[in-house]
């Protein structure tokens, strides 16, 4: 199993572009997650997803969206990329709805 | 306002326990206790978790105290590898979108 795999692993953006992060994983888990993380700081929800075509905001919600249209795939998009979205994006799946969360290697965004 | 408190950096010896503590003295009687660990920019990776009994798996231990106020996970010989920031977080079972990964400890592995 390759788990949770996340693409593009860097990405530069201009201000205003807009782009979107790829999350996928093989381990047929109903619950996935969006996580932001700022340097030398924790985790933040972005987004989480309980199963294909339901999706709910976590706490940093402004300025991404997603989807669900399967189990496997949960992207994440961003529209009108602002420096402020510069950070590493973490994507992450659980079989259900515990704190035992499997992550991806992390996708880095600088936006400029 | 932050549920756990955790010292921000830690130095342990290569081959000896590491013992790192977590402070939770709101917990509540039906949240448990999460221990993640985050290698050098890598994703978190779960390491164990605990409700109210001592815990142990391949990769550590958790104590919990009896008041359940405060824990400590123990990597029993700790190696390079082991050099990580370490997130001990508090949350309901059922609720993986309520972890929240605060500041951590920076744990350093010296040879």
């Known amino acids: 199993n390759a788990g949770v795999t996340q693409t593009p692993k860097f990405r530069i953006l201009k201000i205003g572009q807009s782009m979107t992060l790829q999350c996928t994983q093989d381990m047929n888990h109903n619950y996935m997650y969006w996580y932001r993380q700022d340097p030398g700081m924790g985790l933040k929800l972005i987004y989480y997803s309980v199963g294909a075509g339901i999706t709910d905001k976590g706490e940093v919600p402004n300025g991404y969206n997603v989807s669900r249209s399967t189990t496997e795939d949960f992207p994440l998009r961003l529209e009108l990329a602002a420096p402020s979205q510069t950070s590493v994006y973490f994507c992450?799946?659980?079989?259900?709805?515990?704190?035992?969360?499997?992550f991806g290697e992390g996708s880095r965004l600088t936006v400029l | 306002d932050a549920k756990t408190t955790q010292p921000p950096s830690m130095d342990c010896a290569e081959g000896r326990a590491a013992n790192l503590p977590c402070n939770h003295s709101t917990i509540s009687g039906n949240e448990y206790v999460y221990w993640y660990r985050q290698i050098h920019s890598q994703g978190p990776q779960y390491i164990i978790h605990g409700l109210k009994n001592n815990e142990t798996n391949e990769m550590a231990s958790l104590i919990i105290t009896e008041d359940r106020k405060s824990s400590t996970l123990i990597l029993p010989h700790a190696t390079l590898r082991d050099t990580a920031v370490y997130y001990c977080?508090?949350?309901?079972?059922?609720?993986?979108?309520?972890?929240?990964f605060g500041g951590g400890t920076r744990l350093m592995v010296k040879p």
């Open positions: 977080i508090v949350s309901l079972l059922n609720a993986g979108n309520m972890l929240t």
């Open positions: 992450a799946s659980s079989q259900s709805n515990t704190g035992e969360l499997f």
